[in-house]
């Protein structure tokens, strides 16, 4: 058997508020194949934003570890594991996280800022995806005089700039009409057979289904179900 490219293994991350703790992710083991284009879904709040910021290594786990191509990030220097980040994951957040001064084709570009390329290419590239997601006429808007959907598809561009290895989609079709969520679709599964791993997260079944071929159900922290599509 391969080394799959992501494992979980009894993963936690409890977060205390007072004395309240919130069991946000509750010891989840899953393995990740490479090339697999997986779907997490369930209830808001069930842990699948947690989950994913984990599997990225923008956060770290109560307990339990994660592997990348069989290293433990928790035990990567932090300089690794800003390697992992830089060349290895492109991330879309929920919330977009775009820089509220830079344009949009800046915002895009940025994410090649560690690349070693030089700033012309970065900006051939930077464009060039912008181009392919529909915003070509939107190149030097700020994310305040973009719309939602325009916002969700620059900080999509910015996670896929990178050819990364990985990709995590965190509802990357959240805020778009049906057209442009059938484009972003198209997008993932084009990027998908090129042999790129995609982790999605996604409230629209019917996305899951078109695009995974895996679907993985999080229930207060906990897989509650994994089926193939
Ligand atoms: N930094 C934090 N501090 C305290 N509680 C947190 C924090 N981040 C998340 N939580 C809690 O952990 C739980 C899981 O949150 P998470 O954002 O992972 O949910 P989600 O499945 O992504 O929901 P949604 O579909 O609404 O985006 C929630 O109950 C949330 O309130
Ligand atoms: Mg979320």
């Given at each position: 058997?391969?080394?799959?490219?992501?494992?979980?293994?009894?993963?936690?991350?409890?977060?205390?508020?007072?004395?309240?703790?919130?069991?946000?992710?509750?010891?989840?083991?899953?393995?990740?194949?490479?090339?697999?284009?997986?779907?997490?879904?369930?209830?808001?709040?069930?842990?699948?934003?947690?989950?994913?910021?984990?599997?990225?290594?923008?956060?770290?786990?109560?307990?339990?570890?994660?592997?990348?191509?069989?290293?433990?990030?928790?035990?990567?220097?932090?300089?690794?594991?800003?390697?992992?980040?830089?060349?290895?994951?492109?991330?879309?957040?929920?919330?977009?996280?775009?820089?509220?001064?830079?344009?949009a084709l800046q915002n895009v570009e940025l994410a090649l800022y560690f690349s070693g390329f030089q700033r012309t290419e970065r900006k051939r590239r930077a464009a060039h995806?912008?181009?392919?997601?529909?915003?070509?006429?939107?190149?030097?808007?700020?994310?305040?005089?973009?719309?939602?959907?325009?916002?969700?598809?620059?900080?999509?561009?910015?996670?896929?700039?990178?050819?990364?290895?990985?990709?995590?989609?965190?509802?990357?079709?959240?805020?778009?009409?049906?057209?442009?969520?059938?484009?972003?679709?198209?997008?993932?599964?084009?990027?998908?057979?090129?042999?790129?791993?995609?982790?999605?997260?996604?409230?629209?079944?019917?996305?899951?289904?078109d695009c995974s071929s895996r679907l993985i159900r999080l229930d207060y922290g906990r897989i509650s179900e994994a089926s193939r599509t």
């Amino acid at each position: 058997m391969t080394t799959p490219v992501l494992q979980a293994i009894d993963l936690c991350r409890y977060f205390r508020r007072g004395k309240y703790e919130v069991r946000a992710v509750d010891g989840v083991t899953l393995a990740i194949e490479a090339g697999e284009f997986v779907s997490l879904v369930g209830a808001s709040g069930c842990g699948k934003s947690t989950l994913l910021a984990l599997l990225a290594g923008l956060d770290t786990p109560t307990s339990g570890h994660i592997e990348y191509l069989g290293a433990s990030l928790g035990d990567m220097s932090r300089r690794q594991l800003a390697e992992y980040r830089a060349a290895q994951i492109g991330v879309v957040f929920q919330s977009f996280n775009l820089v509220p001064h830079r344009t949009a084709l800046q915002n895009v570009e940025l994410a090649l800022y560690f690349s070693g390329f030089q700033r012309t290419e970065r900006k051939r590239r930077a464009a060039h995806t912008l181009e392919r997601l529909g915003m070509g006429d939107r190149l030097d808007h700020r994310p305040a005089d973009l719309s939602g959907g325009e916002q969700q598809r620059v900080a999509i561009g910015r996670a896929l700039v990178k050819e990364p290895q990985i990709v995590f989609a965190d509802e990357p079709t959240g805020n778009l009409d049906q057209d442009h969520t059938m484009q972003i679709a198209e997008l993932l599964k084009e990027l998908n057979a090129t042999g790129k791993t995609i982790v999605m997260v996604t409230h629209n079944l019917d996305l899951a289904q078109d695009c995974s071929s895996r679907l993985i159900r999080l229930d207060y922290g906990r897989i509650s179900e994994a089926s193939r599509t």
